[in-house]
């Protein structure tokens, strides 16, 4: 089945800690995107990938890094978490730029 | 001020009202508009996509554009409690591939 998933869905670790939010796509689409969403928030894009081995910057500064090294896999990386990062983070992927964004479920994560 | 405004609610109905949500949007230069379901705890899932001014049915659901006015509308008929989420409106430009701009979402609360 098609689907895009999130991993982990919760995370609560310290200040300071390196981490990786993981997420896979099995549709195929080239298209991906990182977005960040607070409570009664918009949804910010903090990085996007059109293909493999092709990464930008979305509007809201991030101090967070994403790789594509694979079609299917667009990990989002923390250095050195703060409590500011605390929020929920949103994988998206479509088939197109201006087509539907298919989401996953998210990672909740709060920083101490 | 922000290039999407949508009332945050919360938004509660009788199970069978008529419920209709609203953005209002200030560049005219989005062409194509979608309103997003989003259940607690889930990501966002597509419910509507237009890129006309006029009406767009879909079962219950009917999506309104007025580029005219820079406002658009989705309304729900014989609301049923399984309605009951956050609606997030959304919009882009053909030109800038990468900015799909969202809307804060309104919570909405069908109650039997």
């Known amino acids: 089945e098609a689907d895009i998933y999130q991993t982990p869905r919760y995370l609560v670790i310290g200040t300071g800690k390196k981490i990786t939010l993981e997420c896979s796509q099995t549709m195929g689409h080239d298209k991906m995107y990182w977005y960040q969403q607070d409570p009664g928030m918009e949804l910010h894009l903090i990085h996007y990938?059109?293909?493999?081995?092709?990464?930008e910057k979305g509007d809201l500064s991030s101090e967070s890094t994403v790789s594509r090294i694979r079609t299917e896999h667009f990990p989002l990386t923390l250095e050195s978490a703060r409590p500011s990062h605390t929020s929920q983070y949103l994988c998206?992927?479509?088939?197109?730029?201006?087509?539907?964004?298919?989401f996953g479920p998210g990672t909740r994560l709060t920083v101490l | 001020q922000k290039e999407v405004e949508q009332d945050p609610g919360p938004l509660s109905v009788p199970e069978g009202a008529i419920v209709s949500l609203n953005c209002t949007y200030s560049?005219?230069?989005?062409?194509?508009f979608m309103w997003y379901r989003q259940y607690s705890r889930k990501g966002p899932e597509l419910l509507m996509y237009t890129y006309s001014s006029g009406n767009k049915e879909d079962g219950r659901f009917t999506a309104q554009v007025d580029k005219s006015s820079k406002y658009i509308s989705l309304f729900i008929r014989d609301s049923q409690p399984s309605d009951s989420a956050t609606y997030l409106c959304?919009?882009?430009?053909?030109?800038?591939?990468?900015?799909?701009?969202f809307g804060s979402g309104t919570r909405l609360s069908i109650r039997p």
């Open positions: 959304a919009m882009g430009s053909y030109s800038s591939a990468s900015k799909i701009i």
């Open positions: 560049n005219s230069a989005f062409q194509y």
């Open positions: 990938s059109y293909g493999v081995n092709s990464t």
């Open positions: 998206a992927s479509s088939e197109s730029p201006y087509n539907e964004q298919f």
